[in-house]
């Protein structure tokens, strides 16, 4: 009988394990898979997933602020202002969602809610000064964090797997 892992504790596996596990479960359907389209999709929510959790744990907890948080303040920093739908859309969260995040922004002086110019029913959101000067702080932390994720890698191999994810976006990206 194997030990049972306590609820909400994973089992700590090496990425050879992990690697190994996948190749013998799927080995039965691999006459019907793209494994290699697999393995790099997978790879590279993996990554994301790694790199989420290192930057929440080292950088953003210490300006309280949540991964989707960042995500609204780091859209709002570089267009300054949008509608609710796009900064959804962009970051990939449902607008309700976008609406409670909003509002603790907007408690905190981050980020304000302004009536769309063009048609009164909109809103548009504007990060404010402080929520720039934030940004401002904390987006040299975040990319000191990135620079340890991708130490590994020369400056052409980061400029490789940017292009390389640039195209798997380009290939989902409608239009």
Same mark, same amino acid.
């Given at each position: 009988?194997?030990?049972?892992?306590?609820?909400?504790?994973?089992?700590?596996?090496?990425?050879?394990?992990?690697? &190994?596990?996948?190749?013998?479960?799927?080995?039965?359907?691999?006459?019907?898979?793209?494994?290699?389209?697999?393995?790099?999709? +997978?790879?590279?929510?993996?990554?994301?997933?790694?790199?989420?959790?290192?930057?929440?744990?080292?950088?953003?907890?210490?300006?309280?602020?949540?991964?989707?948080?960042?995500?609204?303040? +780091?859209?709002?920093?570089?267009?300054?202002?949008?509608?609710?739908?796009?900064?959804?859309?962009?970051?990939?969260?449902?607008?309700?969602?976008?609406?409670?995040?909003?509002?603790?922004?907007?408690?905190?002086?981050?980020?304000?809610?302004?009536?769309?110019?063009?048609?009164?029913?909109?809103?548009?959101?504007?990060?404010?000064?402080?929520?720039?000067?934030?940004?401002?702080?904390?987006?040299?932390?975040?990319?000191?964090?990135?620079?340890?994720?991708?130490?590994?890698?020369?400056?052409?191999?980061?400029?490789?797997?940017?292009?390389?994810?640039?195209?798997?976006?380009? &290939?989902?990206?409608?239009?």
């Amino acid at each position: 009988m194997s030990a049972q892992v306590p609820a909400g504790q994973a089992l700590a596996r090496s990425q050879q394990e992990y690697d &190994a596990a996948a190749t013998q479960r799927l080995q039965p359907l691999v006459d019907r898979l793209d494994l290699a389209s697999f393995e790099a999709i +997978w790879l590279l929510h993996q990554a994301a997933d790694a790199a989420r959790r290192r930057v929440e744990d080292t950088v953003l907890a210490g300006y309280d602020l949540t991964w989707s948080q960042f995500e609204v303040l +780091w859209h709002l920093w570089i267009f300054e202002q949008d509608e609710p739908r796009h900064i959804s859309r962009a970051i990939g969260i449902p607008k309700s969602s976008l609406t409670v995040m909003t509002t603790s922004l907007v408690q905190r002086g981050l980020v304000r809610r302004d009536a769309s110019p063009s048609d009164g029913r909109l809103v548009r959101l504007r990060i404010t000064h402080p929520g720039a000067a934030l940004m401002t702080r904390l987006f040299p932390d975040f990319n000191g964090v990135e620079t340890q994720l991708t130490r590994g890698l020369t400056q052409r191999q980061k400029g490789t797997l940017a292009s390389l994810l640039r195209a798997v976006i380009a &290939a989902e990206t409608p239009g």
